[in-house]
């Protein structure tokens, strides 16, 4: 029975292929009507599976199959062929993308090149320029100097940087005539006394105080209250770390004692860098930070715009890292369209 119904299915798939070999061959034998895929590969299966007594296989049934096969073939071949052709152009697009990409990165490398060596350049200018303003004695211009090619808040980490330059800048903030006025006593001063590193300074008054200042800004770090009459003198301890004063105390009685005093004290650090660019600018070149025209008028200076309050004032200099870096490219665009 399992026999029969094998051989049943067998014989309907005969009659079906049959007829649609016959409809293949009578509309001129298209591609569009051969077998594909799954069903192609069934009918193979299906005549490998004839028994000896089952019906013929016709010719035509064979050329259909056949052309089915062929035309299957030809489709696969063609399918790798533009696989292969779209992977060799994908290749040949990578290629040249890494081509481009390593152009760019020599282009990029080459302007970064230009910019440090031109920055190079102007570090040994500028500080040439900075060695004759001190040999000169003038001081403020060869801060200036420095500080316009001081590295800025923000700078990129490659920028040229010299300790010559540092140490220009330092030494002209030091050779300053005028370094600091130290004001707040009431009375006479009567005795003034540096710390033993220099950064300090003790005085002694009239009016019944010593103070202590920072030698460097001036400014008062301290008072020392308690005598009741004149403070005559003041001195630090060898080590810095204790003030001695001697004065007389006027008693309630209305005599006078004659009384020494010892302070303990304490002492902050100084640190360079950009601590330093900041002192300077702060407390060594108020009121006369940017260039002045005289000195623009120097053809090394030619660059500066006059009319640019940021670019005329080295200490408002900012780098690329700073933000306010691109507020200050936006206002001098804004004023270079105004002066047109």
Same mark, same amino acid.
């Given at each position: 029975a399992a026999a029969l119904r094998e051989d049943v299915v067998w014989i309907r798939e005969h009659t079906r292929l049959g007829e649609q070999a016959a409809?293949?061959?009578?509309?001129?034998?298209?591609?569009s009507l051969l077998l594909r895929g799954d069903t192609l590969e069934a009918a193979e299966q299906w005549v490998v599976s004839r028994r000896a007594d089952a019906p013929e296989i016709t010719a035509l049934h064979h050329q259909l199959i056949d052309a089915s096969r062929a035309a299957e073939t030809a489709r696969a071949s063609s399918e790798r062929e533009q696989l292969d052709a779209m992977a060799k152009s994908q290749r040949?697009?990578?290629?040249?993308?890494?081509?481009?990409?390593?152009?760019?990165?020599?282009?990029?490398?080459?302007?970064?090149?230009?910019?440090?060596?031109?920055?190079?350049?102007e570090t040994l200018v500028y500080t040439s320029l900075a060695v004759r303003a001190l040999q000169e004695e003038q001081y403020d211009s060869a801060m200036r100097f420095t500080l316009r090619v001081y590295p800025p808040p923000g700078a990129l980490p490659w920028e040229p940087f010299s300790t010559e330059?540092?140490?220009?800048?330092?030494?002209?903030a030091q050779l300053v005539r005028l370094r600091a006025t130290l004001a707040g006593h009431r009375g006479a001063v009567f005795r003034v006394a540096f710390s033993p590193d220099?950064?300090?300074i003790v005085t002694a008054s009239s009016d019944q105080t010593a103070r202590v200042w920072d030698a460097e800004s001036g400014k008062e770090i301290a008072v020392l209250k308690a005598h009741t009459?004149?403070?005559?003198?003041?001195?630090?301890?060898?080590?810095?770390?204790?003030?001695?004063? *001697?004065?007389?105390?006027?008693? *309630?009685?209305g005599q006078t004692e004659h009384t *020494?005093?010892?302070?303990?004290?304490?002492?902050?650090?100084?640190?360079?860098?950009?601590?330093?660019?900041?002192?300077?600018?702060?407390?060594?070149?108020?009121?006369?930070?940017?260039?002045?025209?005289?000195?623009?008028?120097?053809p090394i200076l030619r660059g500066i715009d006059r009319h640019d309050p940021v670019d005329?004032?080295?200490?408002?200099?900012?780098?690329?890292?700073?933000?306010?870096?691109?507020?200050?490219?936006?206002?001098?665009?804004?004023?270079?369209?105004?002066r047109r």
């Open positions: 409809q293949w061959a009578a509309r001129g034998r298209p591609e040949k697009v990578g290629r040249l993308l890494w081509g481009f990409a390593a152009v760019l990165l020599a282009m990029l490398g080459n302007v970064v090149w230009q910019g440090h060596d031109l920055s190079r350049r330059l540092e140490g220009k800048l330092a030494g002209a220099g950064r300090r009459g004149d403070v005559n003198s003041a001195s630090f301890s060898p080590d810095g770390w204790r003030i001695v004063t *001697a004065g007389g105390d006027v008693l *309630a009685s *020494a005093r010892v302070w303990d004290v304490t002492w902050a650090t100084l640190v360079r860098g950009e601590t330093l660019r900041e002192r300077v600018c702060a407390e060594k070149l108020i009121g006369a930070q940017s260039f002045t025209d005289a000195e623009l008028e120097d005329r004032n080295p200490c408002l200099r900012r780098g690329p890292l700073h933000w306010e870096y691109y507020t200050q490219t936006a206002d001098r665009w804004w004023r270079w369209l105004q």
